[in-house]
T-cell receptor, first 113, second 115 residues
Framework: KNQVEQSPQSLIILEGKNCTLQCNYTVSPFSNLRWYKQDTGRGPVSLTIMTFSENTKSNGRYTATLDADTKQSSLHITASQLSDSASYICVVSGGAGYNKLIFGAGTRLAVHP | ETGVTQTPRHLVMGMTNKKSLKCEQHLGHNAMYWYKQSAKKPLELMFVYSLEERVENNSVPSRFSPECPNSSHLFLHLHTLQPEDSALYLC??????????????FGPGTRLTVL
């Protein structure tokens, strides 16, 4: 069964600290993996997208890693800011005639001053 | 803003009402999607349209009826909903359906409450 699991479910950190969010998937065949940020009451916004051959990709203070062998990904946030408070959703695309997206339940991050 | 707008942003309706959700994309994309997002659950794909043709109906109850009159507009018609249908309904669009960089752009969503 194609699944995407994220951990932790929620996380609280202090402003300025770093954190790492985890994503494990069992999607096959694998096409690409994306991380989205979703602010409360808004739609998800893409942070990074990685294909099978990419191990890491950065977008400002966000760095995503991908290990296609172990089917794991992580999103590292450096020097967190209050505006980083949001849900972070891991999404894996698996070929099924078209790129059907399989969503994780998300990690809810709260950055406190 | 992502170029995808949704109206209304909030909707409260009774179980016997009929209402419609509207989505419009200003990105020149060819594919549009409806998703349901319930609390603490992953996004659930409901419908996919490509070039105004429905390519996926993900086992959605018939009380949800999509309509795609052109590649820029997508509607979700609602009737005789149940309280468990209360959720955030998200619309998305993409340039096409396939390819590793076929990124979906999401609208802000409609928060639906069914009484």
């Amino acid at each position: 069964k194609n699944q995407v699991e994220q951990s932790p479910q929620s996380l609280i950190i202090l402003e300025g600290k770093n954190c790492t969010l985890q994503c494990n998937y069992t999607v096959s065949p694998f096409s690409n993996l994306r991380w989205y940020k979703q602010d409360t009451g808004r739609g998800p916004v893409s942070l990074t997208i990685m294909t099978f051959s990419e191990n890491t990709k950065s977008n400002g203070r966000y760095t995503a890693t991908l290990d296609a062998d172990t089917k794991q990904s992580s999103l590292h946030i450096t020097a967190s800011q209050l505006s980083d408070s949001a849900s972070y959703i891991c999404v894996v695309s698996g070929g099924a005639g078209y790129n059907k997206l399989i969503f994780g339940a998300g990690t809810r991050l709260a950055v406190h001053p | 803003e992502t170029g995808v707008t949704q109206t209304p942003r909030h909707l409260v309706m009774g179980m016997t009402n009929k209402k419609s959700l509207k989505c419009e994309q200003h990105l020149g994309h060819n594919a549009m999607y409806w998703y349901k997002q319930s609390a603490k659950k992953p996004l659930e794909l409901m419908f996919v349209y490509s070039l105004e043709e429905r390519v996926e109906n993900n086992s959605v109850p018939s009380r949800f009826s999509p309509e795609c009159p052109n590649s820029s507009h997508l509607f979700l018609h609602l009737h005789t909903l149940q309280p468990e249908d209360s959720a955030l309904y998200l619309c998305a669009s993409s340039q096409g359906l396939a390819g590793p960089y076929n990124e979906q752009f999401f609208g802000p969503g409609t928060r639906l409450t069914v009484l």
